[in-house]
C-alpha cells in the first residue's frame, strides 16, 4: 500500500509542472460546459420542464459536474502503455519488482487527483454563478460520490489499459483508441444523461462499463441515487471495475507472453 | 571590392529570462545572447563560427537567416534585410540545423526533394541534374525512397545538407553538422563539402564544436564569447594565441619510467608504471613526428594518439587571457 | 496562376501520397473519423428521442442546423485543422524550416498536411444533409438554392479562418494552446445547435466575436422562413459570407503579429 501511495504521490508531481495547460484546459471544460448545459437547460424546456427526472436545475446541475469530472476521468486520451509497448519500453516495466497494472492505475489516480480541484472546480464556479447548482444539503452524498468518483476513475482506466493492450497485436492504434473515445463520448453519459437514452440505447449502454465512468458518480454525487439505491451504483461500479481489470491482467499475460516467446 | 555576403554591425539581441522568486512571483532578467557583435564575410570565404553552449552563435544564425529580429544593429545577408526580405534571402542561402530536421519525416528523401525543388520553383529540366550530382556525391542513392523517419543520423545529415544544397545557394550555413556522428561519416561530409567549395565557390558559415571541422573546412575563425567577438583570424594564429597545445599520447612496450626531455614538448604525465607517456606540444614548435621518433629512440613504442585540443578549452583560455590582459599561453 | 501555385500543388500531393500508403492504418482512421462523425449526431438524436422541438426547430431542421455546421467545420478540419498544433510545430523547429523557404510561413502551415482521414466526418455530414434537406419543407426559390448552395462553402471558410485566429493565438499561449479550443471546437460544437437555445450573451459571443451562428443556424432560418428568437433580423442570414470575411482579416492580421512576436522573441 506505501508503494502504491508513492506511485500516486509521483503521478501527481509528474501533471503538476503543467499548470498554464491545466488553466487552458479548465477555461475550456468551462465554456463546454456553458453550450452543454443551454442544450439540457433547452431540451428540459421543450419537455415542458421536466425529463426523466430532470428539471432545469438539475438539467445544469448535471452538465456542469460532468465538466468537472472529464479531466481526472480521463475521456479523451491515454495512450501511455500503449507507446511503450510499441517501443518495446514495456519489457523495463515488466521487470520491475511490481505488478505493471497497479503501477499504471496508481499513476492513472494521481494524474486524477491533480486535476480534480484545478480543472473541476472552475466549471462548478461558472455552474453556481450562471444557472446554479443543485446539490445536497446533507454530507453522505458528497462521501459516497467521492468513492463512486474514485471507481469512476478507476474503471475509466480499467478500460484504457484495456484498449492500450491492442499495441501487442497491432502496429497502428489510433483506431481502436478512437472507437473507445467514441463509446466513451455517448455511452458514458458524457453529453447527454444516460437516463435520456431511448430504451435500445439504454439497454446497450447498461451491457457497457462506460456508465460507471462518469453517469454513476454524477447521479451519487446529486443524490438521484440515495441510499441503498446509492450503494448499489457503487457496486455496479465496483464489478465492472473488477471485471475489466482481470480481463486487462489476463489480457496482458498474453501479450506480455507473446513478447518474451516472439521477442516483440 | 565587391560587397561583403554578410555583414553584421553592433548586433545585439536581448532575451527576457523568467525565473521564479517565491512562489507566484517572478523575476524578469533582460540577458544578452549576442552583445555589440561586427564583422564581415567576403563571397567565397570558409568561416568557422565557434563558441561554447550558449555563447551566442545560434542566436547569431537566427539574426543571419531572418528567423529573429535584432535588438539593435544590423544585418545584411546576400545584401539583403534578412527579416524584411526573408522570402528572396531564402532563394540564396542554405541552412541546415545539425539537430532540427528541415526535411518531411514521413516522406522519402526523394520526394523531399521533389517538394524543395518545387517550393524554390527551380526549372523542371535543370533540378534533377543537381539532385543526381548531390545524390552521386554524397552517396544517398541506396536510402532515396527510404522514408526520413527510418534513416540513421549520419544519412540523414547527408540528406539534409543535399536539401539545403538543391537550389545551389551562395551562402551555407551549418549549425553544428557534425555533432554526433561518428568519424567515418564526419570525414565524408568534410570531404564533400570541401569538394562543393571548390567546383561552386559556395560560401560558408560553420559553427561545430569539433576542432577538425575547423581545421579541415575553414580559413578563417571567429570565436564569440558571452555573445562578443573575442578573436577573428586564422587557425594557427587562434592556438597560438592562446598556447593550445596538442598531447600526444605513447604507450611503449616495455616500461620505462623516465624518458627524458623531449625538444619542444612538454612531458604532461606518465602514468601506469610508465608504460604510457604524455607530451604536450604546439605545431609551432615541434611535430608529432619529431616526438615519435625522439621517444623512439628510447623505447620501443607499441601505440600512439593524438588528442587535439578542444574548443571549449580555447574559449577558456581566450577568455581568462582577455580579463587578465596579460599572455594567454600562460593561463592555465 | 498555375506556376504561382505549383508548390503548394506538390506539397499537398506529398502529403496525401503519405497517408495512403500505409491501407489499413489509413482505412481504421477513416473509419474512426466516421465514428466521431456519428458520435456528435448521437446527441441531437437522443435529444429529440425525449422532445419534439428545440429552440423552435424540429427534428428536420435541427438535423439541417447540425449537418450544415458539421459539414463547414468537418471541411476546415481536414484542411487547416492542423494548424492547432503550432506549439508542436514550434517545439520541433518546422516553423524555422518554414522560415527558410522562399514561401509565406501561413501558406506553408495550411499546406504542410491535409487529414485525409477526416474525410469521414465529412461524408457522415454529408449523408445526414443529404437526408435531412427533403425532411424539411421549404418554400424553394432561386436566392434559397445560392443560399444552400453557398453555406457549407462559408462555413468552411469561417471555421478555417477561426483555425488559423486560434493558431494565431498560440504563439503566445503555447503551453496554454488549448485556451483556443474553446473558440475553435467550442464554437464547432455549439453551431450544431439552434442557437435559440442560448443566452443572449451567449447568442451574441457565437454570433458576432466567435461568428459560429452564421455557419448553420442563421441560413437555416432563412431558408425555412423562420423567425428565430426576438430582435434577431432576418437577413442576417445572408451575411454569413461576410463573417468569413471578417473571421479571416483578423486571421491575417493575428497572423502576421503573431509571426512577428515569434520572431522577435525567438523559442
Redesign the interface.
Known sequence: MRLFATLVVLGFRRWSTYRLATAAGAFTNTVFGLIKASITVGAIGAAGGELAGYDAQTGATYAWIVQALIAPVNVFNWNELALRIRDGDVAIDLARPMDPQFAYLAGFLGRAIHQFIPRGAPPLLAGALITGLALPATPLPYALGLVSVVLGVSVSFSVWWLANLAAFWLIELRGVLTLNVVAMGILSGLVIPVHWFPDWLATVAALTPYPSMLQAPVDVITARAEGTAALGVLAVQAAWLAGVLLLGRLVFARGARKLVVQGG | MTEPIIQVRDLRREFVVRTPAGRLRRTRTVVAAVDGLSFDLAEGAAVGYIGANGAGKSTTIKMLTGILVPTAGTVRTCGLDPVRQRRELARQIGVVFGQRSQLWWDLPLAESFRALAAIHRLPEASWPVRRDELVDRLDLGEFLATPVRQLSLGQRIRGEIAAALLHSPRLLILDEPTIGLDVLSKERLRVFLAEQRALHGTTLLLTTHDMDDVQRLTDRVLVVDHGRLVYDGTLPGLTTQVGAERVMVVDLVEPVPDLGTVDGARRVAVESDGLRHRFAFTPERTTAGAILEAVGRRGQVRDLAIEEPDIEDVVRRLYLAQIRGDDPAAAP | MG?RL??Y???VG?RM??QTT?R??FV??L???V??G??EF??VY??F???????DLDFAAAALVFALANVGFSMADLLVGHADNLPVYLR??TL??F??????VLAQLITSDVSLRRLGRVAVSVVILAVALPLNDIEWTAAKVALIALTPLTATAVFAGLFVCAAAVQFW?V?????T???T??GA??SG?PAS???LP?RLLFTFVVPAAFTAYLPVLVLLDLPGPPGTPHWLGWCAPLAAVAVWAVALLGWRAGL?HY????S
Open positions: 506556376e505549383r508548390p500543388r506538390v506539397l506529398s501520397r503519405s500505409y489499413r492504418s481504421s482512421d473509419l474512426g473519423s465514428a466521431i456519428l458520435m448521437a446527441e437522443v435529444v428521442a425525449n422532445v419534439d422541438v428545440l429552440g520541433e523547429g524555422d524550416a522560415l527558410l523557404r522562399p514561401l509565406p499561449l503551453e496554454g494552446s488549448e485556451f479550443s474553446a473558440f471546437y467550442g460544437y455549439a445547435y437555445i442560448f443566452s451567449m512577428r520572431t522577435g522573441t525567438g
